[in-house]
């Protein structure tokens, strides 16, 4: 009940497309969902993050979709660009156990020029 | 500000040998979590500090310990080392109530 099931594995979008990653969950008591960008050798940085009060959160070319009913949740990046081409993973936490992060597998993203 | 730095960078030991791991937080923050990332996974949870003591633990064994200093600057060691503890060790700071956590650049540690 734990887990955050991330898909897919590895993505290849041209530049100026969508790059679409999905995540879904289980415990109903998460009550944060943050995506974060990884690049080789490096710690992971916050993207965006969203809580399960609003259905949507765009920060420039990145957007969060979420719905709560299917438990389910989405990073879209816009106008994909080579500078995007990482690891994207998406996590879970709530308050209860002080946002210990809970991670999906990752997502390889290549965006091809 | 530094944001959340972590030394060293990268680290080689044997099995069997112990290592400590050093994280320093971004400033105004005052929870420390560690995480570990085998290559190629998400990373896991394996505790949180606050207030210098451990708050969270996640699925790790005793041989994984830590301690959160009075500037909340927080170690990791970690002892009898085996071959499945090579991994990215990274440490996160948050502000305690606060969801968000930052990352640091993490800790290569390969154990031959």
């Known amino acids: 009940q734990q887990q955050v099931k991330q898909s897919p594995q590895s993505l290849i979008v041209q530049k100026g497309g969508i790059s679409i990653i999905n995540c879904a969950y289980e415990?109903?008591?998460?009550?944060?969902f943050p995506w974060y960008q990884q690049f080789p050798g490096k710690g992971p940085a916050l993207l965006i993050a969203?809580?399960?009060d609003v259905s949507e959160k765009k920060e420039g070319r990145f957007t969060i979709s979420f719905n709560k009913s299917a438990k389910q949740f989405s990073l879209h990046i816009m106008d994909s660009q080579p500078g995007d081409s990482a690891t994207y993973f998406c996590?879970?936490?709530?308050?209860?156990?002080?946002?210990?992060?809970?991670w999906g597998a990752g997502t390889k993203l290549i965006i091809k020029p | 500000d530094a944001g959340v730095t972590q030394s060293p960078t990268h680290l080689i030991k044997t099995r069997g040998q112990q290592v400590t791991l050093r994280c320093s937080p971004k400033?105004?923050?005052?929870?420390v979590s560690w995480y570990q990332q085998a290559l190629g996974q998400g990373p896991q949870f394996i505790f949180q500090?606050?207030?210098?003591?451990?708050?969270q633990r996640g699925n790790f064994p005793d041989r994984f310990s830590g301690h959160q200093f009075p500037n909340y600057s927080s170690e990791l060691n970690v002892n009898a080392l085996l071959l499945g503890d090579s991994a990215l060790y990274l440490c996160?700071?948050?502000?305690?109530?606060?969801?968000?956590?930052?990352f640091g650049p993490g800790t290569r540690l390969t154990v031959l």
């Open positions: 996160a700071s948050s502000l305690t109530g606060r969801a968000e956590q930052f």
């Open positions: 400033s105004g923050h005052d929870t």
């Open positions: 500090y606050y207030e210098e003591e451990e708050r």
């Open positions: 415990n109903t008591a998460f009550d944060y």
């Open positions: 969203i809580r399960p």
């Open positions: 996590a879970a936490s709530n308050g209860n156990s002080n946002y210990q992060l809970i």
